[in-house]
């Protein structure tokens, strides 16, 4: 049963990594750096783990909307980018803009694959599949997300601060309103309920377009698109 929970805690996180990998044509990333920056990843859990212990040391409530912001979305999604800019910012084979999505992603993935296992070997088969279906492919798109704008800081002579804050504030953001709407249905009624399912629907929605995108605009501005395709 154990295999059976693992294997189900890591195979949609090697699904999203396949995908993104191949979604890199025209270069691909060198493997040592895409393992550096999923094992990054994982070890941005503790990072997270010190952040939020220290800001609930100085501030803490007891709502849904703090453990939604406050102890979920901005302080993984700050760590997340710690590492990224730490370890594969200013390597030299971050040179086209799809390379900011493929590293944060891989970097998220690592931090959804360890946060996966601990929730599945604890919760069970149920929660393997529901986190499979919602929890890691929303981690990938918040990384599509901050990857998104980490490419335009890197390749911007003009915004490059704006860019750099937006990469984490805008998947900081989202991220923090897709676990809120997942919490806080505990505490509303049926017909609440309704609404707060409807408005996750479409918060998924935008995720994917938004990331879909994203992916398309950054691949097809590829320096290499027109040198040597790379499958």
């Not at 800081?153 to 309103?177: C, D, T, W």
């Not at 609440?192 to 879909?212: E, H, P, R, S, T």
Request: charge should be negative; proline fraction near 3%; hydrophobic fraction near 55%.
């Amino acid at each position: 049963m154990a295999l059976l929970l693992l294997g189900i805690s890591i195979l949609p996180v090697i699904l999203l990594l396949v995908y993104i990998y191949r979604q890199d044509k025209y270069e691909k990333e060198p493997l040592g750096l895409l393992i550096l920056a999923f094992v990054g990843g994982i070890f941005a859990i503790l990072l997270d783990l010190v952040i939020v212990g220290l800001l609930n040391n100085i501030w803490y409530s007891d709502t849904v909307f703090y453990s939604a912001f406050m102890e979920a979305g901005f302080p993984e999604e700050l760590c997340k980018f710690l590492i990224v800019f730490l370890l594969i910012w200013w390597n030299k084979n971050f040179n086209e803009y799809m390379d900011g999505i493929v590293y944060a992603t891989f970097c998220g993935l690592g931090f959804a694959c360890l946060e996966n296992i601990l929730y599945v070997m604890e919760g069970g088969l149920g929660v393997g599949i529901m986190r499979a279906i919602i929890s890691v492919p929303g981690h990938f798109l918040f990384g599509v997300m901050m990857g998104y704008f980490l490419s335009l800081a890197k390749f911007s002579q003009e915004n490059r601060v704006g860019y750099l804050l937006l990469s984490v504030i805008v998947p900081g953001i989202v991220h923090g309103m897709f676990d809120w709407l997942l919490m806080v249905t505990d505490e509303i009624g049926a017909f609440g309920q309704i609404i707060i399912l409807v408005a996750f629907i479409a918060l998924d929605i935008f995720m994917w377009i938004f990331g879909v995108r994203s992916i398309r605009k950054h691949r097809e501005n590829s320096q290499f698109k027109n040198i040597q395709p790379n499958v």
